[in-house]
């Protein structure tokens, strides 16, 4: 069973950085894909970035490439999600989930969710 956590979340000056962290407190059976989604107010969760498990394979939406980068630790069961050059439009609550395919951007194909951790731009 899969568990997730999300941390690390806060309130940020625009331009400045923050590093997300993700655990996985179950017991793990299998490999798996991990990814981060958002959810700003008034929109719909979307795809931020994924790694699959082995850490060889990352994959970025086109509004954080660049400036966000995913990586996992396996003895730590933790997948990271480094933020910098953060602005106002990053400003979402951050969701990890966990999914059996690889190489997929689609939110329905993410079995388990955290709970979420707010990141707060401030102008």
């Known amino acids: 069973q899969v568990r997730l956590a999300e941390s690390g979340g806060g309130l940020v000056q625009a331009g400045g950085s923050l590093r997300l962290s993700c655990v996985d407190s179950?017991?793990?059976?299998?490999?798996?894909?991990t990814g981060w989604f958002r959810r700003a107010p008034g929109k719909e969760r979307e795809f931020v970035a994924a790694i699959n498990w082995s850490g060889t394979d990352t994959d970025y939406a086109n509004s954080v490439r660049g400036r966000f980068t995913i990586s996992r630790d396996t003895a730590k069961n933790t997948v990271y999600l480094q933020m910098a050059s953060l602005e106002p439009e990053d400003t979402a609550v951050y969701y990890c989930?966990?999914?059996?395919?690889?190489?997929?951007?689609?939110?329905?194909?993410?079995?388990?969710w955290g709970q979420g951790t707010q990141v707060t731009v401030a102008t």
């Open positions: 989930g966990a999914t059996a395919m690889d190489g997929t951007r689609c939110r329905g194909d993410f079995g388990y």
């Open positions: 179950g017991r793990v059976v299998r490999p798996y894909t």
